[in-house]
Nanobody, 117 residues
Framework: QVQLMESGGGLVQVGGSLTLSCTAS????????MGWYRQAPGKERELVAG???????NYLDSVKGRFTISRNDAENTMYLQMNNLKPEDTAVYYC???????????WGQGTQVTVSS
């Protein structure tokens, strides 16, 4: 089992910044992918950004150039730096961890990000 602890959500004004973090504990595999999904009220959950072992990243088109995903494998922690936030970024953000050997995926409980105009 892997436990995920998220932090860093909150209320910010348009154009502001937030950094989300997610720390994995338990049976963390060495070959894995981590990511951030988000879900706004009435909308489908979407992948915002992902990062795999080795550092390969991918981003949702609407956040490219504004969000940066990174990871510190020594601390099993992933970060999402969010700049120039927009009202449409308002959502619950979920951290995920996927063990690419056992093909098991884990989810965090979510952290609310609210961008006010």
């Amino acid at each position: 089992q892997v436990q995920l602890m998220e932090s860093g959500g909150g209320l910010v004004q348009v154009g502001g910044s937030l950094t989300l973090s997610c720390t994995a504990s338990g049976s963390v595999g060495s070959i894995n992918a981590m990511g951030w999904y988000r879900q706004a009220p009435g909308k489908e959950r979407e992948l915002v950004a992902g990062i795999a072992t080795g550092g390969r990243t991918n981003y949702l088109d609407s956040v490219k150039g504004r969000f940066t995903i990174s990871r510190n494998d020594a601390e099993n922690t992933m970060y999402l730096q969010m700049n120039n936030l927009k009202p449409e970024d308002t959502a619950v953000y979920y951290c995920t961890h996927a063990n690419l050997v056992t093909m098991t995926e884990y989810w965090g409980q979510g952290t609310q990000v609210t961008v006010s105009s």
